[in-house]
């Protein structure tokens, strides 16, 4: 998993003409990382993203990574945990 702080994501969304682009950046590197643990038989990945961009990332993932299933769980400071199984 890869780490980065409410505070980094936050300075990141600071421009809103990026949006899209930032929101493909999260994304992307959520399904780099699910598609490099599925060959060694991980069956889920873990990650929190802010929690208004995850309708968004989720679209994104799914037309990617089809057949899992995504859970959303609200944390602090308009975070959530996002888990995307594929067993």
Do not use: H
Not at 17 to 43: D, S
Not at 56 to 68: F, P, S
Request: charged fraction near 20%; proline fraction near 3%.
């Amino acid at each position: 998993m890869f780490s980065v702080t409410a505070k980094q994501l936050q300075a990141m969304r600071t421009d809103s003409n990026t949006k899209e682009f930032q929101i493909g950046v999260v994304a992307y590197r959520i399904i780099y990382e699910v598609l490099n643990m599925a060959p060694i038989g991980k069956q889920s990945y873990t990650c929190d993203i802010m929690a208004e961009d995850a309708p968004e990332v989720m679209k994104l993932i799914l037309t990617y990574i089809q057949g899992c299933s995504i859970t959303i769980v609200p944390q602090r400071m308009d975070m959530v945990t996002l888990t995307i199984d594929w067993s």
